[in-house]
């Protein structure tokens, strides 16, 4: 490994990224995406009309078809993102047995504040990790609910596989798997529940959550009462059985049409690619890019520390330089914004600084939406931004 930049990385590289748009969320849309793919939304109309939910089946059924989700599991569009989505589900679900939460990012640590602060559920435990690392997945119990993201992505790490899930489990599975849908291979044998929503993967806009329920997930609504009030919000049941219509396109409030029509648009793309495989294969090459890129700097490093648990969407990264390393945390935190900040100054890269309550770094969007030449036309500028902020460091 090289122990020095080259000369070269203080001079702005001549290319450019075609696409700048790095952000984990929203992220970016497809590519060749404009206006003009939402001339078909269904505006100024009910979304109860006969068109409107016929637009809302048809975004589900190209769901469940771009996403290979088996027919025994049930596809809802429900309020409030991917948080919406989740929080549904551990409102509804939670309390007929002792629950375990695996917190090894901001937002599997805000699931264990729901459980335990404002559910207050007595048997509750939390399996956490610091950023960068899993907990111990061989602590998760078979008689207990459990609640954990798939990919963490605000730390970049993610579960290798559902092997610590007993296929002979008698509590139920709830997986946040926002940032790993449409990129990484999710075993729905071994998930109950899976939530996600538009504005990641897909580069869709925002504020619409999926909820995907296989037939145990159904099961624990129907036979369980919770105990505590429920939000209309969250409520998916009628008479103590499931209100199937909130899986038909019948959504609980009313959704925006323009967001539906981004979201099929996006699976017409992603259909039109290739479907999950191409998806899966796009994200992975993003992160091949930034993982050679890596493998030849010496000042920074993931911020996942194994490969094998490793996010192919929220590429963390941290810088390593010792110089830097040297500084206090609140002057660490400021190089790193100031990295982001030069990248955003010089338009070859928009929103990438870490998540706030991570580690300083850098966060880079790798999902499929990106082009993998983007992310090849980026490092370059990477290592500019490295070099011009150091220089001015006293």
Known sequence: MQTTLSPAAATRPAMRPARPEFSSGPCAKRPGWSPQALSSAVLGRSHRSKPGKARLQECIDRMRAVLEVPD??????????????????MWSMLGARPVQILAFESFGKD?????????????????????????????????????????????????????????DREGITICDATSACFAQPL??????????????????????????????????????TPAWPMPKLFRMTKGGKLNGEIFEGSTINTPSMLCVEDAIDALKWAADAGGLAEMRRRADANLKVLADWVGRTPWVEFLAQTAAIRSNTSVCLKVVDPKVLALSPEAQADFS???????????VALDIGGYRDA?????IWCGSTVDTADVDALTPWLDWAFVTARAALA
């Open 359 to 363: 580690p300083p770094g850098l966060r």
């Open 111 to 167: 699931w264990a504040t729901d459980a335990l602060k404002q559910l207050k559920l007595a048997d509750c435990e939390v399996l956490d990790a610091p950023y960068g690392a899993l907990p111990d997945l061989t602590k998760v119990r078979p008689d207990a609910d459990l609640v954990f993201t798939w990919n963490g992505t605000t730390s970049g790490v993610r579960v290798p596989n559902a092997d610590f899930i007993a296929a």
């Open 187 to 224: 075993d729905w044998t071994k998930l109950d529940v899976v939530t996600f929503s538009w504005q990641k993967a897909l580069g869709g806009e925002a504020a619409h959550g999926v909820l995907i329920l296989g037939p145990r997930a159904v099961q624990r609504l129907e036979n369980h």
């Open 72 to 89: 025994s599991h049930l596809i809802g569009i429900v309020p409030g993102s991917d948080t919406g989505a989740v929080e549904m589900a």
């Open 337 to 347: 914004k100031k990295l982001a900040s030069l990248l955003e100054k010089e338009g």
